[in-house]
Nanobody
């Protein structure tokens, strides 16, 4: 089994920054593609950013130029640097990863971390 644990959420003023982390734990696994998603109250979960194992990235238009996704393959950790935060960025942020274990590939979600942008 593989677990994804997010951290780094919190309350921040508009224009502020936060850095989210997602650490994967388990045994004998490799992370392929991974990404961050978010879900605001009353809304569907949406893609924020994704990154391949090689480092190619895709961002939602709403966060381009403000958020940066990165990963440390040796530490099995995914990051999301969020700058110039806006109230509309308020949501629960989830990490997601395609994980190779044994002969199969499995998709995992973290438990989510709350980000609140408010003055």
């Amino acid at each position: 089994q593989v677990q994804l644990v997010e951290s780094g959420g919190g309350l921040v003023q508009p224009g502020g920054s936060l850095r989210l982390s997602c650490a994967a734990s388990g045994s004998r696994f490799s992370i392929y593609g991974a990404g961050w998603y978010r879900q605001a109250p009353g809304k569907q979960r949406e893609l924020v950013a994704i990154i391949t194992r090689g480092g190619s990235t895709v961002y939602a238009d709403s966060v381009k130029g403000r958020f940066t996704i990165s990963r440390d393959n040796l530490k099995n950790t995914l990051y999301l640097q969020m700058n110039n935060l806006k109230p509309e960025d308020t949501a629960v942020y989830y990490c997601n990863a395609d994980v190779a274990r044994g002969t199969g590939t499995y998709n995992y979600w973290g438990q989510g971390t709350q980000v609140t942008v408010s003055s």
